[in-house]
């Protein structure tokens, strides 16, 4: 089954640190490029980072540059998020999103489940 | 980065209707690259229609997308149960990507 399955969430406190990873299966991994998106509660979509199939190229949403950190491993056909540096305003659903292709600009094709990451002290 | 304005936010119709979305951009998308995708409550978002008007894989043809430039438009000819969702607009013509805030299609 083709599927993208997020991990890592949870309860964090202001200025403290998560990792979130998203293992896919039933695709190439390495021919897709890779974001993450993100839900706050009763709010839009917002995306927030995104890697090449080969990690050549890497962006980040101005919001979050500096405190996250994007990374792959082909070889283990998972994603990473790492956020450090926490604020109340990064609470949300986390979503892991896949593009048509290894690089560029595309529509989200295929999405996992979420992860919820709630910053509060 | 490209702004985008969804009206209405909530639209209120009964099965059997036709529903009309519209996602209104801040300066115009380049070559139509705007996605449509639905979401209901728990879910992750689902992907319905891309390049403006081109339907994803597996999509019902009851939904179809329009427009271009600044001002897009999704339309369910026949609301099925299964429609009523949030439904939100997406550009990916320019970085960043950018999504519009969502409109909420609810049983009358």
């Known amino acids: 089954e083709v599927q993208l399955v997020e991990s890592g969430g949870g309860l964090a406190q202001p200025g403290g640190s998560l990792r979130l990873s998203c293992a896919a299966s039933g695709f190439t991994f390495s021919n897709y490029a890779m974001n993450w998106v993100r839900q706050a509660p009763g709010k839009g979509l917002e995306w927030v980072s995104y890697?090449?199939?080969?990690?050549?190229?890497?962006y980040y949403t101005d919001s979050v540059k500096g405190r996250f950190t994007i990374s792959r491993d082909n070889a283990k056909n998972s994603l990473y998020l790492q956020m450090n540096s926490l604020r109340d305003e990064d609470t949300a659903v986390y979503y892991c999103?896949?593009?048509?292709?290894?690089?560029?600009?595309?529509?989200?094709?295929?999405w996992g489940q979420g992860t919820m990451v709630t910053v509060s002290s | 980065e490209i702004v985008l304005t969804q009206s209405p936010g909530t639209l209120s119709l009964s099965p059997g209707e036709r529903a009309t979305l519209s996602c209104r951009a801040s300066q115009s998308v380049s070559s139509s690259y705007l996605a449509w995708y639905q979401q209901k409550p728990g879910q992750a978002p689902r992907l319905l229609i891309y390049g403006a008007s081109s339907r994803a894989t597996g999509i019902p043809d009851r939904f179809s997308g329009s427009g271009s430039g600044t001002d897009f438009s999704l339309t369910i000819s026949r609301l099925e149960p299964e429609d009523f969702a949030v439904y939100h607009c997406l550009q990916y013509g320019s970085s960043p990507r950018t999504f519009g805030q969502g409109t909420k299609v609810e049983i009358k």
């Open positions: 890697i090449s199939s080969s990690s050549t190229n890497i």
């Open positions: 999103a896949r593009d048509p292709y290894s690089s560029g600009l595309y529509a989200f094709n295929m």
